[in-house]
């Protein structure tokens, strides 16, 4: 059984039904987000080719081995032990995970930062839009997918667009930044790469994101990619 947030029952249902608001929080002043163009980024790497020659002993009659496959690994987003994710979201399709302030935020799989930002600059109570999420990082996985986490406290040192990271490694810590509602948790969107739109609702999330985390959260390798494939051919990026 997952070890519940110690939050109040009624602060997490509030935070449920009415989506992120919240006061924002300081954060270290940095220029606006710029987002990296995903043809540049996106194609996973593929191993070189062995140059050993043939085993002696190996038949000739052999068929030729298939090419081989990549294996993408999938990590739980927050490294916490007490943590907590809802089935659903407010208005749209994402997941709010909840753990304590503080906690380490990490890459989903390996691949290359988008965007970051490093300044809370949402006003309670203004209109949606792409101040929402506070400090952010987005994320291209090797896998062709967009991951994005918002509300964070901070960022790590060194993550910026254009830097290429590791599945598992830190990009920043649990915090309560933007429409956060004043709860510390990770707002966390699955969405294809579709800046050419000016894409921030796309961004937020336009998959159900809980039964990969579920998957993740285990061990498992569940991968969004078809689902964020057939959302981009029939919505042409736009949400």
């Known amino acids: ?20 608001g919240g006061n924002p ?9 710029q987002f990296v163009e995903p043809s540049v980024t996106s194609e ?10 043939p085993s002696p002993s190996a038949s ?3 068929s030729p081995s298939a090419t081989p496959q990549i294996t993408t690994a999938y990590v739980f987003p927050v490294k916490a ?9 407010s208005k749209y399709k994402a997941t709010d995970i909840f753990a304590d302030c503080g906690a380490t935020v990490v890459a989903t799989t390996s691949g290359v930062v988008l965007e970051v930002s490093l300044k809370d600059v949402y006003v309670k109570g203004a209109p949606d839009g792409p101040n929402n999420g506070g400090l ?34 830190q990009l920043g810590k649990v915090g309560r930044t933007g429409n956060a509602n004043n709860v510390c948790h990770l707002h966390y969107g699955i ?29 498992g ?10 959302w981009k051919r029939s919505h042409n990026c736009r949400a």
């Open 44 to 53: 996973a790497p593929v191993p070189a080719p062995s140059s050993a020659a």
């Open 1 to 20: 059984m997952r070890l519940l947030r110690t939050l109040s029952g009624l602060t997490v249902l509030a935070v449920c039904l009415t989506g992120c």
């Open 136 to 169: 952010s990082v987005s994320l291209l996985g090797d896998d062709g997918v967009r991951y994005y986490g918002s509300h964070l406290s901070r960022v790590q040192n060194g993550i910026k667009k254009g830097v290429r990271v590791a599945a598992g490694q």
């Open 25 to 33: 929080a300081d954060g270290p002043v940095a220029a606006t987000p």
């Open 191 to 219: 969405s294809p790469p579709c800046a050419q739109v000016g894409d921030w609702k796309v961004r937020r999330g336009v998959v159900w994101p809980y039964s990969y985390l579920a998957s993740w959260r285990k061990g």
């Open 60 to 62: 000739p009659s052999r």
């Open 81 to 89: 032990s007490n943590v907590d994710w809802h089935t659903t979201h």
């Open 221 to 230: 390798k569940k991968s969004p990619v078809a689902e964020v494939a057939a």
